[in-house]
């Protein structure tokens, strides 16, 4: 079965970076659009960034509105592992963030129920 496993969270303080990976075994990202999801306290569990397959040497991004230029998406399916970039971090994006494979390749899509393997999360704490 496929298993996703994320690491890089930690505690940083608003403005820092931070680098997040998602690793798998051999093959488990096939053709498969990827994406990153976060969950906040208390709230419902969001896109955040998605990857879509074309060819080795080809791909798609996408970001939602409030990471749009601070965050950034990539893919390696030799080593089938992804990062996230996130630079100017904010406290608003404290959260567990996950990584998720898509039902889809071409489309990356944004509704938690068009992913069918997650991974456990890794926690993101960002302070003042």
């Known amino acids: 079965q496929v298993q996703l496993v994320e690491s890089g969270g930690g505690v940083v303080q608003a403005g820092d970076s931070l680098g997040l990976s998602c690793a798998a075994s051999?093959?488990?990202?096939?053709?498969?659009?990827m994406a990153w999801f976060r969950q906040a306290p208390g709230k419902e569990r969001e896109f955040v960034a998605g990857i879509s397959w074309i060819d080795p040497n080809t791909y798609y991004a996408d970001y939602t509105d409030s990471v749009k230029g601070r965050f950034t998406i990539s893919r390696d399916n030799r080593r089938n592992t992804m990062w996230l970039q996130m630079n100017s971090l904010k406290l608003d994006d404290t959260a567990v963030y996950y990584c998720a494979r898509s039902m889809f390749s071409r489309n990356i899509g944004r509704r938690v129920d068009e992913y069918d393997y997650w991974g456990q999360g890794t926690q993101v704490t960002v302070s003042s």
């Open positions: 051999e093959g488990a990202f096939g053709t498969y659009a």
